[in-house]
Nanobody, 122 residues
């Protein structure tokens, strides 16, 4: 079965860090791009970052550039989103998803993991 399993969310204070994981199964990791999206309460889905697993090219939304780092571990079939210097506006449910290649458009992603909640508050 093709699936993604997201984990690693939690509650942190502003300035803190979290690392989200996205474990993939049922498909060849290297053939796809893995993206992260987030959705805050009452807001739409926002693209956050993407890694093309074929060449490890990485892409970031301006709102997280310099604070978030996306990476992949081929041996573990897992992608990560390291989030540093977190801000209250980063509070959201975070989702990982699979696409055929780099994209910022959610409709290009055809496999989605469940959300993992990140809360940034003092």
């Amino acid at each position: 079965e093709v699936q993604l399993q997201a984990s690693g969310g939690g509650s942190v204070q502003p300035g803190g860090s979290l690392r989200l994981s996205c474990a993939a199964s049922g498909f060849r990791f290297n053939d796809y791009a893995i993206g992260w999206f987030r959705q805050a309460p009452g807001k739409g889905r926002e693209w956050v970052s993407c890694i093309s697993m074929s060449d490890e090219s990485t892409y970031y939304a301006d709102s997280v550039k310099g604070r978030f780092t996306i990476s992949g571990d081929y041996a573990k079939n897992t992608a990560y989103l390291q989030m540093d210097n977190l801000k209250p506006e980063d509070t959201a449910a975070y989702y990982c998803a699979r696409a055929n290649g780099y994209s910022t458009y959610w409709r290009d992603y055809n496999v989605w993991g469940q959300g993992t909640l990140v809360t940034v508050s003092s």
